[in-house]
């Protein structure tokens, strides 16, 4: 399993309720989480399947921005 971070604009509780169908539909529950402690807001993904595209996407998708971190 590969882990894959994403800087985003995720901020709140609210917000990461309103991620979280999307992401545990695609990668599943549990593997993934935000740190609101971080200024960059990361999105760190467990992830076995699912590409960086579309990690992107469906972050993008909920209405929040995803960029990955190099």
Known sequence: M???QFK????CSGCIATVTPV???LVGQDNW??????????L???REQAGKQ???Q??????????PVA
């Open 2 to 4: 590969e882990t894959v």
């Open 8 to 11: 985003t604009n995720i901020k």
């Open 23 to 25: 992401l545990n539909e």
């Open 33 to 42: 989480e935000v740190d609101l402690q971080s200024p960059d807001k990361v």
């Open 44 to 46: 760190t993904v467990s």
């Open 54 to 56: 579309e990690i992107k």
């Open 58 to 67: 469906a972050v993008e998708k909920a209405g929040y921005k995803a960029e």
